[in-house]
């Protein structure tokens, strides 16, 4: 097939919702880097200043100048990447290193062009699927991972023979402000790391005036040590879909973007199969579930890689196609968000956590936490440890149970020297922090670090944490 031209790629684009990012990449796709040529036209056809065209483009690594550099190779330099073989395959691929990028949890990853090689060995890389989260060791019950490994998940049909839409169906019936009331009742809170109350958040921007409102799928997951929404998007991506399709209900939304991290490839691939089966079951488009005038749209847009753009307002400057700059709040994106109008933004986890929560019921997901803490949290565990994954545990469950009783303790003739929590920005917790620790925010903040999206990388006595 031919390729397209510069002025089929530009009127294919201009007057797509949050244009640039897919522009940019569909040129970047084509020619293997943005030449001067690339941009310029890009600037002429959405009628950006050239300048400021370059200062974003050159914002994200992963847009390349050089020629071809799009398909020459990158390993990931995550913490847990380096002590696995990094530097052997950036000497022997010739290659240059990216921020983690999100599979920790297997050998080190190669990203070249669009595919995603795996393997410690220059000789010995292939592609791999992510792996399934382990089953729970704990026999807790689960709430987003509670079907994810059944078999054909991902697709419409095998979605739906367990409650799939059901969720959606059942709100339809109902009013959105009841539907947000549920969200408020059963204290779901941000799952991405701030930890907002979501019912809250649904509710501020249905009395917000503005339209259209907004709903943001934050997939960017750029926080080092973290690969749980890959898992989510990639066994289960209808969950997702459901959730931000019950938030376009509860808020009155109309559009919606998923915000898709560039270092996965695969999970664009099924996100993009996903969204034509629920547009073809009628469950995105106009008139939704058969409710006339429910009209919502859902739309992927790729990163390019900026660690920023995982901060709400570095995100949505990056899909209006601006400098992925944090923006100063208030106001905030309820009142102030995509296109200076009310828009929801919530974790991939947080929509997930929302269909279940329908089906089930407020109390239901308030008694899957321990004590007095609601709910689960889906945890990626990485590192010195024997069974490393993704895990959803229950609030308040101790971090020893955790790391000793479901993921086996620390390799063998080893002991934990250092745990961190939410990626490096979290902090840490010394070995001797364990035995006191619960997973919730109080316990953990106790010891001066936080949970928040729970990237918990596993550091034994070999290690020298000056070098982490």
């Not at 050089?66 to 052997?88: A, I, L, Q």
């Not at 905030?332 to 009310?342: K, M, N, R």
């Amino acid at each position: 097939m031919k390729p397209a031209d510069d002025s089929d790629l530009i009127n294919h684009w201009r007057n797509q919702p949050a244009p640039l990012l897919p522009l940019l990449h569909a040129f970047h796709e084509r020619d293997g880097w943005l030449s001067e040529d690339a941009l310029r036209c890009i600037s002429d056809g959405l009628k950006i200043p050239l300048a400021e065209l370059f200062g974003t483009v050159t914002f994200y690594h992963h847009f390349s100048r050089e020629e071809n550099g799009r398909n020459k190779p990158r390993v990931c330099d995550g913490p847990v990447c380096r002590f696995r073989g990094t530097e052997n395959l950036l000497e022997a691929l010739s290659a240059k290193p990216m921020p983690c990028a999100g599979r920790c949890d297997g050998p080190v990853p190669v990203l070249k062009g669009n595919e995603v090689l795996i393997g410690c060995d220059a000789s010995d890389l292939k592609p791999l699927p992510s792996p399934l989260p382990p089953p729970n060791p704990g026999g807790i019950e689960e709430c987003v991972f509670a079907h994810i490994r059944e078999e054909g998940r991902a697709t419409i049909k095998g979605y739906r023979k367990t409650d799939g839409y059901a969720a959606l169906e059942k709100a339809l019936a109902d009013s959105p402000e009841n539907l947000v009331a549920l969200i408020t009742e059963s204290k779901l809170a941000g799952r991405g790391g701030a930890g907002f109350p979501t019912g809250k958040k649904w509710e501020m921007v249905a009395q917000a005036e503005g339209n259209p409102k907004t709903i943001v799928c934050n997939a960017d997951e750029g926080e080092p040590g973290c690969f749980k929404d890959r898992a989510l998007l990639d066994y289960d991506p209808h969950a997702t879909l459901e959730g931000m399709i019950l938030a376009a209900h509860a808020t009155g939304a109309m559009r919606g973007f998923i915000y898709l991290r560039y270092e996965y490839p695969d999970t664009l691939v099924i996100l993009e199969r996903a969204i034509a089966e629920a547009k073809a079951a009628g469950w995105l488009g106009l008139n939704i579930g058969g409710k006339a005038g429910f009209d919502f749209e859902i739309y992927i847009r790729r990163g390019a890689g900026a660690y920023i753009c995982g901060e709400e307002g570095s995100l949505l400057n990056s899909l209006e196609g601006k400098h992925p700059f944090p923006r100063n709040r208030p106001p905030f994106p309820v009142t102030h968000g995509f296109e200076d109008l009310p828009t929801v933004v919530n974790n991939v986890e947080t929509f997930a956590a929302a269909p279940p929560i329908v089906n089930h019921g407020a109390d239901w997901y308030q008694s899957l936490g321990l004590g007095e803490h609601a709910g689960t949290k889906a945890v990626s565990l990485s590192g010195d440890i024997q069974r490393p994954g993704n895990y959803e545990v229950p609030f308040g469950l101790p971090l020893k149970t955790l790391l000793h009783d479901w993921a086996g303790g620390p390799l063998a003739g080893q002991s934990i020297q250092a745990v961190s929590i939410a990626g490096l920005s979290g902090g840490f917790l010394g070995g001797n922090d364990l035995d006191e620790v619960t997973l919730d925010e109080p316990s953990i903040r106790s010891k001066g670090a936080f949970l928040g999206a729970a990237g918990i990388m596993v550091f034994d006595d070999r290690r020298n944490m000056v070098d982490v």
